[in-house]
């Protein structure tokens, strides 16, 4: 587990998951099919427990304003404070490991 530092509020514009870990991945290709991918813009996973279940949102970076009006998503804030979060390299691979980390941080 890695924590950090995020200096500054980032808006962003996000589609939800229709279920968690299963759909995490339509969530992904669903905010892509929105938006082309570029490295000029960050992206997110992002997830909270609701309810005692899992909500995860696939987030990408609002470059300007009033991008995610025109898209037709839903908006967020990412607020800058302190985080704590875990890599999860090639989750396509095995998408069950995405759940496996976010058990490790709620824990």
Do not use: W
């Not at 309810?51 to 995610?68: D, F, R, T």
């Not at 804030?77 to 090639?90: E, N, Q």
């Amino acid at each position: 587990m890695e924590k950090f530092n995020l200096d500054n509020d980032i808006p962003v514009f996000y589609t939800t998951a229709d279920s968690f870990p299963g759909g995490i991945l339509e969530a992904h290709q669903k905010l892509h099919s929105s938006i082309p991918f570029s490295t000029d813009r960050r992206y997110f996973g992002i997830s909270r427990l609701e309810n005692g279940a899992i909500v995860y949102k696939a987030a990408a970076e609002e470059k300007n304003s009033g991008e995610a009006e025109k898209l037709n998503l839903e908006t967020f804030v990412v607020k800058k404070g302190k985080y704590i979060c875990l890599t999860v390299t090639d989750y396509a691979r095995d998408v069950q490991s995405i759940g496996k980390a976010f058990q490790k941080l709620i824990d």
